[in-house]
Antibody
Framework: EVQLVESGGGLVQPGGSLRLSCAAS????????MSWVRQAPGKGLEWVAN????????YYVDSVKGRFTISRDNAKNSLYLQMNSLRAEDTALYYC????????????WGQGTLVIVSS | QSALTQPASVSGSPGQSITISCTGT?????????VSWYQHHPDKAPKLMIF???YRPSGVSYRFSGSKSGNTAALTISGLRAEDEADYYC??????????FGGGTKLTVL
């Protein structure tokens, strides 16, 4: 069974940094584009970033460009999200998901890790 | 970029059919066949229900179907069951190589 397990969330002050990780198992991680999707409290899903299989292409939602960096380590079956200059509006449950490029759909999801930006 | 437009809530009785709409623009929903639908129960991971407008992943019930006309996509659930009660989100690939979600629709099974 495919498993995506996020970690690294927590409470951070505005302007601070946090690095999220996502450990993948039971699927060919290196063959998939990967993504981060978030959900703020009481709000809907918001796509955050995508990364190509080899890391050569990355895409971001406008609100995080220049502050967040998505990366991956295929040898470790791991996905990362480096979050800098955090704002209160970045408070959310962050999901790791696989992104099937043929259909542009998120087919496998993790359970999420909670990030709270507050002083 | 604004979220795709979905109704905030829909409801139906067991056995009935409901349809959730998802309206975008020619730069997303109307321009591509890359519309997907997700079911999201509280405290669980979202689940892919429909991809490429109308295709069901393996294991998803035939009661779930998708369609699209112009800039508006739709998810229809037939034979409503109590376990279908959840939040539903549409998503679309965009001309900027990004992904956009709808605001979400809360389905209540009466």
């Amino acid at each position: 069974e495919v498993q995506l397990v996020e970690s690294g969330g927590g409470l951070v002050q505005p302007g601070g940094s946090l690095r999220l990780s996502c450990a993948a198992s039971a699927f060919t991680f290196s063959a998939y584009w990967m993504s981060w999707v978030r959900q703020a409290p009481g709000k809907g899903l918001e796509w955050v970033a995508n990364i190509k299989q080899d890391g050569s292409e990355t895409y971001y939602v406008d609100s995080v460009k220049g502050r967040f960096t998505i990366s991956r380590d295929n040898a470790k079956n791991s996905l990362y999200l480096q979050m800098n200059s955090l704002r209160a509006e970045d408070t959310a449950l962050y999901y790791c998901a696989s992104f099937t490029i043929i259909s542009r759909a998120f087919d496998y999801w993790g359970q999420g890790t909670l990030v709270i930006v507050s002083s | 970029q604004s979220a795709l437009t979905q109704p905030a809530s829909v409801s139906g009785s067991p056995g009935q059919s409901i349809t959730i709409s998802c309206t975008g623009t020619s730069s997303d929903v109307g321009g591509y066949s890359y519309v997907s639908w997700y079911q999201h129960h509280p405290d669980k991971a979202p689940k892919l229900m429909i991809f490429d407008v109308s295709y069901r992943p393996s294991g998803v019930s035939y009661r779930f179907s998708g369609s699209k006309s112009g800039n508006t996509a739709a998810l229809t659930i037939s034979g409503l069951r109590a376990e279908d009660e959840a939040d539903y989100y549409c998503s679309s690939y965009t001309s900027r190589s990004t992904v956009i979600f709808g605001g979400g629709t809360k389905l209540t099974v009466l």
